[in-house]
C-alpha cells in the first residue's frame, strides 16, 4: 500500500474526526497531498489539497469547517473535520502527486455521520 490513511469512523452530526495519510518512501518527489471523497452515486471531488507545504485549496462545501494539515517533505497529511454533517457522509481517499504527475491513491476509509 502506498498510501496509508486511518482515522475514518462513524460520528454523530457536529462531531469532530481526524484523518491521517502517510505515503510510503517509494514514491518519489511528491508535491501535492490531499484528501477526496465518494458518497455513494456522486462523483470524487476535492475536500482539501496542500501544495509545497504552503498553497491550500479547500472544496466549497467545507466552510470553513475543516482544516487540512502536513508535511510535504515527511509524505504525511491529516484533515480535521469538524462540525460534520450528514452530507459528509463518505469515503474519503488519500492523494499524492508527485512531479511527473502521477496519481497515487489510498484505499480510502469510510467517514460516516449519522445519529
Known amino acids: 500500500v502506498q498510501l496509508q490513511a486511518s482515522g475514518g469512523g462513524l460520528v454523530q452530526p457536529g462531531g469532530s474526526l481526524r484523518l491521517s495519510c502517510a505515503a510510503s518512501?517509494?514514491?518519489?518527489?511528491?508535491?501535492?497531498m490531499g484528501w477526496y471523497r465518494q458518497a455513494p452515486g456522486k462523483q470524487r471531488e476535492l475536500v482539501a489539497r496542500?501544495?509545497?507545504?504552503?498553497?491550500?485549496k479547500y472544496g466549497d462545501f467545507v466552510e470553513g469547517r475543516f482544516a487540512i494539515s502536513g508535511d510535504i517533505a515527511k509524505k504525511m497529511v491529516y484533515l480535521q473535520m469538524n462540525m460534520l454533517k450528514p452530507e459528509d457522509t463518505a469515503v474519503y481517499y488519500c492523494n499524492a502527486k508527485s512531479l511527473s504527475e502521477i496519481d497515487y491513491w489510498g484505499q480510502g476509509t469510510q467517514v460516516t455521520v449519522s445519529s
Open positions: 518512501r517509494s514514491i518519489p518527489n511528491i508535491y501535492n
Open positions: 496542500i501544495t509545497g507545504g504552503i498553497s491550500i
